[in-house]
Nanobody, 124 residues
C-alpha cells in the first residue's frame, strides 16, 4: 500500500527557495508516474510537475518552468520538488501524488494515491 507523506514546506520570502520531499512510508514506492499538485484557498487543485518511474521524463506547468525541478530517488522511496525564485503566487498547499500507470498526466483525477499536503507560504 502506497502511503505518501510530504514535508519541507514553510514560510519564505519572495525570491527564496524550498525543497519539498515526499516519502512513501508504506515502502512500496510506486513504479508508476508521480507528481506534485498545489491548491490555494478558494482555488481548484492544479498541476505543478510530474515525473516518470525512472526519472527519465518530466513535465512542468508553464507557471513553474525554469524555477522548479522534480526528481525522485527510488532507492530512498522519495520524490522531491526543488523550488527556486519563489513568488507570492506560489503560496498553496502542495500535495504529492502517485499513480499505477506510467503516463505523466496533469489532471489530479488520474492519480491513485495522495499525501496530506505541506503548506508553502511566500511573502512579498
Amino acid at each position: 500500500q502506497v502511503q505518501l507523506v510530504e514535508s519541507g514546506g514553510g514560510l519564505v520570502q519572495a525570491g527564496g527557495s524550498l525543497r519539498l520531499s515526499c516519502v512513501d512510508s508504506g515502502r512500496t514506492f510506486s513504479s508508476g508516474a508521480m507528481g506534485w499538485f498545489r491548491q490555494a484557498p478558494g482555488e481548484e487543485r492544479e498541476f505543478v510537475a510530474a515525473i516518470s518511474w525512472d526519472g527519465s521524463s518530466t513535465d512542468y506547468a508553464d507557471s513553474v518552468k525554469g524555477r522548479f525541478t522534480i526528481s525522485r530517488d527510488n532507492a530512498k522511496n522519495t520524490m522531491y520538488l526543488q523550488m527556486n525564485s519563489l513568488k507570492p503566487e506560489d503560496t498553496a498547499l502542495y500535495y504529492c501524488a502517485a499513480r499505477h500507470g506510467t503516463y505523466l498526466y496533469t489532471t489530479p483525477e488520474k492519480y491513485d494515491y495522495w499525501g496530506q499536503g505541506t503548506q508553502v507560504t511566500v511573502s512579498s
